[in-house]
């Protein structure tokens, strides 16, 4: 087994991140557990960072602007803390202005904290952070300093670090809480990420690290977007034993087949306690808005987030299926206040709201 048997502890003491162990051995026993998105949280963890060569200069004021709206929109709910590069500090104060999001000047490549930062456990009363190694969607992108986000995250929130050599990003992990866990071949099983694993590999490295007893295996497709296809934008649950699924229903779209391939599995599935899955389907937007409309465009609604009291969602311009995606996602969080906002500069660089957060779990 590839795991590493070592874990690392690290507070946040004055801003700084303090060493209280590194790398010595302990014998850690403890089961964790990775809680579901709607389960309360002390905190969303964001990340403000738009560089030219990655996003185009027409777009990056547009994706700044996106990021401040999320960010606010999150911060009526719930605390949000947004790691941001030094020169842009003035910027994100500017754009965001408000008490409830907390700016934390750090080195950073890009803006995808579902997938640089950590993934939080729990076990018992202890709390800790996941690195799964973030390597730039397998060196698909330069990440000298997303690369180090996770620990700096989990530092910042005071908890413990734990390691493993799986190479894995949040966006491709989904799970129900209970240890069912929804995940895509084309992205952890590629060979860009972790050659030579097999499923039962990565399914006992997800026991140890997530609690995950079951996983659901859907194909993805590997090499059309930057991700090689992860969960977060094709299948996610709203609650133990209920699945929300994206369809599309462009016949050009690279997309169109590989939904339809994972609705007819999830609508097969069971989850860890044996309980055939009820699928929910949110099908994409018809138009979307020209501005930003182009061949990365992701005008899917599955990519929605989940805070303390709502469901912050994306609109594309469509109002059929925004007021669709708007209904659906009323119905299946009921006590939830459901937000949709516009993100068409974040959508136009392949990414989504879930995509830009990360959650922290109450202690």
Same mark, same amino acid.
């Given at each position: 087994? +590839?795991?590493?048997?070592?874990?690392?502890?690290?507070?946040?003491?004055?801003?700084?991140?303090?060493?209280? $162990?590194?790398?010595?051995?302990?014998?850690?026993?403890?089961?964790?557990?990775? %809680?579901?998105?709607?389960?309360?949280? /002390?905190?969303?963890?964001?990340?403000?960072?738009?560089?030219?060569?990655?996003?185009?200069?027409?777009? &990056?004021?547009? &994706?700044?602007?996106?990021?401040?709206?999320?960010?606010?929109?999150?911060? +009526?709910?719930?605390?949000?803390?947004?790691?941001?590069?030094?020169?842009?500090?003035?910027?994100?104060?500017?754009?965001?202005? =408000?008490?409830?999001?907390?700016?934390?000047?750090?080195?950073?490549?890009?803006?995808?904290?579902?997938?640089?930062?950590?993934?939080?456990?729990?076990?018992?009363?202890?709390?800790?952070?996941?690195?799964?190694?973030?390597?730039?969607?397998?060196? /698909?992108?330069?990440?000298?300093?997303?690369?180090?986000?996770?620990?700096?995250?989990?530092?910042?929130?005071? #908890?413990?670090?734990?390691?493993?050599?799986?190479?894995?990003?949040?966006?491709?992990?989904?799970?129900?809480?209970?240890?069912?866990?929804?995940?895509?071949?084309?992205?952890?099983?590629?060979?860009?990420?972790?050659? $030579?694993?097999?499923?039962?590999? &990565?399914?006992?490295?997800?026991?140890?690290?997530?609690?995950?007893?079951?996983?659901?295996? *859907?194909?993805?497709?590997?090499?059309?977007?930057?991700?090689?296809?992860?969960?977060?934008?094709?299948?996610?649950?709203?609650?133990?034993?209920?699945?929300?699924?994206?369809?599309?229903?462009?016949?050009? #779209?690279?997309?169109?087949?590989?939904?339809? +391939?994972?609705?007819?599995?999830?609508?097969?599935?069971?989850?860890?306690? $044996?309980?055939?899955?009820? &699928?929910?389907?949110?099908?994409? %937007? #018809? =138009?979307?808005?020209?501005?930003? $409309?182009?061949?990365?465009?992701?005008?899917?609604?599955?990519?929605?987030?989940?805070?303390?009291?709502?469901?912050?969602?994306?609109?594309?311009?469509? %109002?059929?299926?925004?007021?669709?995606?708007?209904?659906? *996602?009323?119905?299946?969080?009921?006590? +939830?206040?459901?937000?949709?906002?516009?993100?068409?500069?974040?959508?136009?660089?392949?990414?989504?709201?879930?995509?830009?957060?990360?959650?922290?779990?109450?202690?």
């Amino acid at each position: 087994m +590839r795991r590493r048997t070592f874990v690392q502890t690290t507070m946040a003491a004055l801003g700084s991140v303090l060493w209280v $162990g590194c790398e010595t051995q302990v014998d850690d026993t403890r089961t964790w557990l990775m %809680p579901e998105e709607g389960q309360p949280h /002390k905190r969303t963890w964001m990340a403000f960072a738009t560089d030219a060569d990655i996003w185009g200069a027409d777009l &990056v004021p547009e &994706v700044q602007r996106n990021l401040a709206t999320i960010a606010t929109t999150i911060a +009526r709910y719930e605390p949000v803390a947004m790691l941001v590069r030094p020169d842009e500090l003035p910027l994100a104060q500017r754009l965001i202005g =408000t008490a409830n999001v907390e700016l934390i000047p750090t080195d950073l490549d890009d803006l995808w904290m579902r997938d640089t930062g950590p993934v939080f456990v729990r076990s018992g009363s202890a709390k800790a952070g996941v690195d799964l190694n973030f390597n730039g969607w397998g060196d /698909k992108q330069p990440h000298r300093a997303d690369a180090k986000v996770a620990e700096f995250v989990t530092g910042r929130a005071g #908890s413990e670090t734990r390691h493993t050599d799986l190479i894995l990003e949040g966006g491709a992990l989904e799970v129900d809480g209970e240890g069912t866990a929804i995940i895509t071949e084309s992205c952890v099983l590629n060979a860009n990420r972790n050659p $030579g694993w097999t499923k039962r590999d &990565v399914e006992e490295e997800l026991a140890y690290l997530f609690g995950i007893t079951k996983v659901i295996w *859907l194909p993805g497709i590997a090499g059309e977007d930057i991700t090689d296809g992860h969960t977060d934008f094709y299948a996610r649950f709203t609650g133990p034993g209920v699945v929300v699924a994206g369809l599309d229903n462009d016949p050009e #779209s690279f997309d169109y087949d590989v939904t339809r +391939r994972h609705l007819d599995i999830l609508r097969t599935a069971t989850d860890v306690h $044996g309980r055939p899955l009820r &699928v929910e389907v949110l099908t994409g %937007p #018809s =138009t979307v808005r020209e501005q930003f $409309g182009n061949d990365d465009f992701a005008a899917g609604y599955i990519n929605f987030y989940v805070c303390n009291g709502a469901v912050i969602a994306p609109e594309f311009g469509d %109002p059929a299926a925004d007021a669709a995606t708007a209904a659906t *996602l009323t119905r299946l969080f009921p006590g +939830r206040e459901v937000v949709q906002i516009n993100i068409d500069g974040i959508a136009a660089g392949g990414g989504g709201i879930h995509c830009t957060t990360q959650q922290e779990p109450v202690d």
